[in-house]
């Protein structure tokens, strides 16, 4: 059975806009290749990060939302650790108050921008 999950990863700053996209891609691009749908995606930009992590203070926060089994999370993740342009990441299990709330904003911002 399938569960909702959310990845929140932060990308290196040295990486260029085409660097940036290519190891997005790359993690999209694995998830469905190992059966997990994506269920939204969004990109906040360059953010200063609470501390430094290797010596750098920004990086390029990525957010997935998906639905897969249990067991391919261990294996998601080593494949993030394994990413040198990885500096964090972190994946949730999204219960159903998480996942009515993650719309509800979505909604929302949808909405503002029109």
């Given at each position: 059975m399938s569960t909702r999950y959310e990845t929140?990863?932060?990308?290196?700053?040295v990486l260029s806009d085409d660097q940036v996209k290519e190891a997005v891609t790359n993690v999209k691009d694995?998830?469905?290749?190992?059966g997990a749908t994506v269920k939204h995606?969004?990109?906040?930009?360059?953010?200063?990060?609470?501390?430094?992590?290797?010596n750098k203070s920004?990086?390029?926060?990525?957010?997935?939302?998906?639905e897969a089994d249990g067991d391919f999370i261990s294996k998601f993740e080593l494949e993030l650790k394994r990413d040198e342009r990885m500096l964090r990441f972190l994946t949730v299990k999204m219960n159903k108050?998480?996942?009515?709330?993650?719309?509800?904003?979505?909604n929302k911002a949808a909405e503002a921008s029109n």
């Open positions: 929140v990863f932060i990308l290196t700053p694995f998830l469905k290749k190992n995606q969004s990109s906040w930009g360059l953010k200063k990060l609470a501390y430094p992590i290797q920004t990086g390029f926060y990525q957010l997935f939302e998906f108050n998480h996942i009515e709330f993650a719309e509800k904003q979505r």
